[in-house]
């Protein structure tokens, strides 16, 4: 009975195991099948999606591929204010959503419209307006909401640019650093707004026309282009038959407004590239791109005779190259302004191409790339500057340097575009003959005095050659034989004496002796209460019937004087032209631009004056560098960017000032020499890291010492003074110099009297 029993249990589980087992094998079917029939699914809809991409690109985050870098936060995220739902609400943004209200009210009050009426417009176009953005950065905003965010963002952008052309930010009491921070923000690609949505905003608003050219004035003002050079492009389009420009060639970069920009950033690419021309960019099926590249950088150019020259229009596509008389070839590239603002500009711009729904020939990644072939270090940034091409207001040329560099990393650049330049390039760097005559005139040719130094030899080779003739002559008659070839002896061992010692003489007094620098500490030392601050401020006591607010404030007085606001005001009608193409102390010594100590220590008193002899004097307030320097300027800084500080900004536009002036320990050396700087700090590579790091990101008066820049400019300009500055710095700089030049004449003096003896006495 038992037996029987067990049996049945053990028969009826393993029925029932069996049984559970095979459902759980149709179970595990139904689920593979399932899931492979998915899969299936999710090929056949990426195949779908592939053919029917977006029209437009969506305004989405930055591509995954960028993400990871390390100064992601610093180059692709909002600094003041967010605008659009990708960093809306984020605590840091505060103060700038109540700068955002501000500028809505006032765009409000100008439409001539009820509020109500300009929301109701966004919310009623809602679901167009979302398409606009990618899913992912939308889909947390009911609909509302997301018409909220973009209704008071879209009217804060439009009355910011207004306000930004007319000047008005003062009006509302938001001070000129908060605008040029909040400028960068606008050019973000996380920061963008549909275009379509500051198009309907300006169609409701009575202001439409003013509205409209405010953003064009704007961008003509941000698109990383000097204004001077977009008026005279504008001028060049009036005039016909222009060898270099023709009419046809500017009307192919006009932008056309047919098709409306996505965003902000998408303007200011088309600004900057002009119309697409894809078809002139692509080459045939038969062809292959030949892109070996053998040159590296400007200095080689212009080692191979090839000059740089400024466009004559801004479009970043007009880089071209052209041939010229005396086997010179000419690299024209468009003018750009480097300052803060460019590499985040640029690096958004780049993020922009690399959207994968947008499709674009990547052409900010191609000039980027092709810029940063020219570019290898600051003397390739030196040449750019002095061929007027690149406006540093970064830094030194280094840092320039550096910049583009740095954005020039991993970048895929369309190969059709500049294909023609480089390859023309290459062949005219390739030959060797252009490339020995470029180094000969270089040699020669370069400035009056190495044309006259070429001239020189040849007038000695010529007189040696005459002297040895009359001497073959003489020799075979004449009574006078020996007594000329004697005299000739004694000359040319005269001459041979004389040259020795000079070069002797030159070579052992070059530099002056280490007891002269001594002594010359020694009196600075005695004269020490010159530099002290205190006792020159003393010459600067203003009134105190305006009572300081704090000690800072005092010393700010005390070292700016009294201002003069009306002294450095432009008239309204006249644009800032700052075109600054020298860089740094030694640059401007070169030019025949000699620093002088100011009379007193007000930091206002900087001016120019012209002297006799083609030099003229910069003048600068004496400034004494100690562990504290930083500290105090760094704060004044801070002070004047208060928000509720109305000021002219004018310690931040002495720094920036110093800062242009600036690069390296040898300018800093310039300065000391000339008394105008007090080293207390330690070595003077110390102190030029000190200005160049206080004057990262500062925004200073363009009006504050635009006077003396335009005068330094105008002089460094001028190649007659340049090349007699360099003519008496290479021989009256000091003794020695200058009995080396007396040396030479002498020299050919001597073999000149040499040569007229010999043939008098063959006579």
């Known amino acids: 009975m038992e037996s029987c029993l067990s049996n049945a249990v053990t028969r009826e589980a393993c029925e029932t195991s069996r049984g559970a087992t095979e459902e759980a094998q149709v179970h595990s079917i139904s689920i593979e099948t399932s899931t492979l029939e998915a899969r299936f699914e999710t090929v056949k809809k990426a195949g779908e999606n592939a053919k029917n991409h977006s029209p437009s690109p969506k305004i ?49 009050n100008g439409s001539g419209k009820e509020i109500k009426d300009l929301y109701n417009k966004i919310e009623e176009n809602i679901k167009e307006l979302r398409e606009c953005f990618e899913e992912e950065v939308t889909k947390k905003y009911e609909d509302e909401s997301l018409a909220w965010v973009l209704f008071v963002d879209g009217c804060a952008v439009l009355q910011y640019i207004y306000c930004a052309t007319k000047d008005q930010f003062k009006q509302l009491n938001i001070k000129p650093d908060s605008v040029t921070f909040g400028q960068q923000d606008l050019f973000l690609l996380e920061n963008q707004l549909p275009y379509r949505l500051l198009k309907w905003l300006m169609s409701l608003s009575k202001m439409k026309k003013e509205l409209w050219e405010s953003i064009e004035t704007y961008f003509a003002q941000h698109s990383m282009v000097p204004d001077e050079q977009q008026s005279k492009q504008q001028q060049t389009k009036g005039k016909r038959g222009d060898i270099v420009l023709s009419d046809e060639k500017i009307n192919e970069q006009i932008i056309s407004m047919d098709k ?239 040259r020795e010692s000079i070069e002797t003489f030159v070579a052992h007094h070059s530099m002056a002796p280490d007891d002269h620098q001594l002594k010359q500490q020694q009196t600075k030392g005695k004269k020490g209460n010159t530099f002290c601050l205190e006792e020159k401020l003393k010459e600067q006591i203003t009134s105190m019937d305006e009572e300081p607010i704090h000690l800072l404030d005092h010393l700010r007085t005390k070292l700016l004087g009294k201002a003069q606001l009306e002294s450095y005001m432009i008239p309204k009608g006249k644009a800032v032209q700052d075109w600054q193409s020298y860089r740094n102390i030694q640059e401007l010594k070169a030019a025949g631009i000699h620093l002088k100590r100011s009379d007193n220590s007000c930091l206002r008193n900087i001016h120019f004056s012209k002297q006799i002899l083609h030099f003229e004097h910069l003048y600068l307030p004496p400034i004494i560098v100690d562990d504290s320097t930083r500290l105090k300027f760094l704060n004044l800084i801070a002070y004047e960017m208060c928000l509720d500080f109305e000021n002219d900004f004018g310690i931040t536009s002495y720094i920036s000032f110093l800062d242009s002036l600036i690069d390296e320990a040898s300018d800093v050396k310039m300065l000391r020499k000339t008394r105008i700087l007090h080293n207390l700090l330690g070595s003077d590579e110390e102190v030029a890291q000190l200005f160049n790091k206080i004057g990262t990101n500062l925004v200073p008066n363009p009006y504050l010492y635009l006077k003396v820049k335009l005068q330094i400019q105008r002089f460094y300009d001028c190649k007659c003074t340049t090349w007699m500055a360099e003519f008496i710095h290479d021989h009256f700089s000091s003794p020695w110099t200058f009995l080396a030049f007396c040396g030479v004449l002498l020299g050919l003096g001597l073999t000149a009297a040499q040569t007229w003896y010999a043939v008098r006495t063959m006579r």
Request: neutral net charge; aromatic residues 10%; charged residues 25%.
């Open 260 to 498: 409306e920009p996505i965003h902000l950033l998408d303007h200011l690419r088309t600004k900057l590239l002009g119309k697409a021309q894809l078809d002139s960019i692509s080459i045939s099926k038969e062809k292959t791109i030949q892109n070996w590249q053998s040159y590296r950088n400007v200095q080689e150019l212009k080692a191979a005779g090839i000059r740089l020259k400024r466009s004559r229009n801004s479009c970043l596509r007009d880089i071209s190259f052209s041939k010229q008389i005396l086997r010179f070839g000419h690299l024209s590239l468009p003018p750009i302004i480097v300052d803060d603002s460019t590499k985040p500009k640029f690096l958004n711009l780049i993020a922009y191409e690399m959207c994968l729904d947008f499709e674009n020939d990547f052409g900010i990644t191609s000039y980027i790339s092709f810029l940063d072939t020219l570019i290898d270090e600051a003397s390739d940034v030196k040449m750019l500057r002095k061929a007027r091409i690149l406006h540093n207001f970064l830094g030194s040329d280094e840092e320039v340097a550096k910049l583009f560099n740095e954005i020039g990393n991993d970048l895929v650049p369309n190969p059709d575009i500049y294909k023609d330049v480089k390859s023309h390039i290459q062949g005219f760097y390739d030959c060797k003959c252009t490339t020995w005559m470029a180094q000969f005139i270089h040699d020669h040719f370069s400035s009056p005095w190495t044309f006259l130094a070429f001239c020189g030899v040849l007038l000695g080779l010529g007189l040696t050659a005459a002297q040895t003739w009359y001497a073959v002559e003489s020799s075979r008659s004449g009574p006078c034989n020996d007594l000329c070839k004697n005299l000739t002896q004694t000359l040319q061992k005269m001459e041979k004496e004389l």
């Open 60 to 108: 989405q985050k930055v591509i995954f591929l960028l993400r990871d870098q390390e100064d992601f936060k610093k180059y692709y995220e909002p600094r003041v204010v967010s605008l659009g739902p990708i960093h809306h609400g984020k605590e840091k943004y505060k103060l700038g959503e109540t700068y955002k209200l501000v500028l809505t009210y006032e765009f409000v």
